[in-house]
């Protein structure tokens, strides 16, 4: 028996998944974008949360990264980390209450922007951050899949008490079409779909969200700071001018 190509397929069916963003929530990107960049041009923090599990891998992606915006500010709690164990990450994650204590922990409040990207966009660590960072007075933004919100029962041991999905809560979302089970390729012998899409799906959706922020920042003649790479030649020199800027101000920096 042929084997199939695996390395073609699961290309094919990335790139399918990022050209439906790219087509379909351009205008959500840009009109996203315009917050994000208002917000650094008062030199403000945007801060970025990826509660439970990999989701967390969503705050890492544009915080302190080579050609990344220095507004970032990253939270990584202990609590939903894989580090920290995966189980009891999971067990964190669906518990009540948590993403208020991670909200209030953080300090985010009036005039303050939160991103929460959370793959599915269901769990109560979400949408406790996202309703506690509104009722607190902040703006925010969900990058999740909404499709794969809508298609889990209501009864479904993850979701939040309310029942409700992490973009309905939220002032602004990004769909990154994710789908449900999140892994994609289905192999002869093999009892279940491989290949997760959501960390592609969300890193591309999150990279493009900073740089149009930072597009829509250079089209106004605001100069930005961005990181460059401490392991390429004058790194190290070009992010110590704006260390002390923010150093104090970032909270993981």
Not at 75 to 90: F, H, K, P, V
Not at 161 to 190: C, F, H, M, R, W
Request: glycine letters at 10%.
């Amino acid at each position: 028996m042929e084997r199939k190509d695996i390395m073609q397929e699961y290309f094919d069916i990335a790139v399918d998944y990022l050209s439906r963003i790219k087509t379909e929530e351009r205008e959500r990107i840009n009109q996203v974008a315009e917050v994000i960049a208002d917000h650094i041009a008062k030199d403000k923090l945007v801060y970025i949360w990826g509660p439970g599990g990999h989701s967390n891998m969503n705050a890492m992606e544009i915080f302190f990264r080579a050609g990344g915006l220095m507004h970032i500010s990253a939270i990584l709690d202990e609590g939903t980390m894989l580090s920290s164990g995966a189980l009891r990450s999971m067990a964190i994650e669906r518990t009540p209450g948590y993403g208020k204590v991670v909200i209030e922990d953080n300090r985010i409040g009036e005039g303050d922007l939160l991103i929460i990207a959370n793959a599915y966009g269901i769990n109560s660590a979400c949408l406790d951050a996202a309703l506690t960072a509104k009722e607190r007075g902040a703006t925010t933004i969900a990058v999740t899949s909404t499709g794969h919100a809508d298609s889990i029962p209501a009864d479904h041991p993850a979701r939040h008490p309310s029942k409700k999905n992490l973009y309905q809560t939220t002032d602004y979302y990004i769909d990154t079409k994710v789908p449900v089970g999140d892994a994609v390729i289905e192999l002869p012998g093999v009892p279940q779909k491989m290949g997760a899409i959501s960390t592609l799906c969300n890193a591309y959706t999150l990279n493009c969200l900073i740089m149009t922020a930072a597009q829509i920042l250079g089209e106004r003649g605001i100069e930005i700071p961005l990181w460059k790479s401490g392991n390429c030649p004058g790194g190290d020199e070009w992010n110590n001018r704006f260390i002390e800027r923010f150093k104090g101000k970032v909270r993981l920096l």
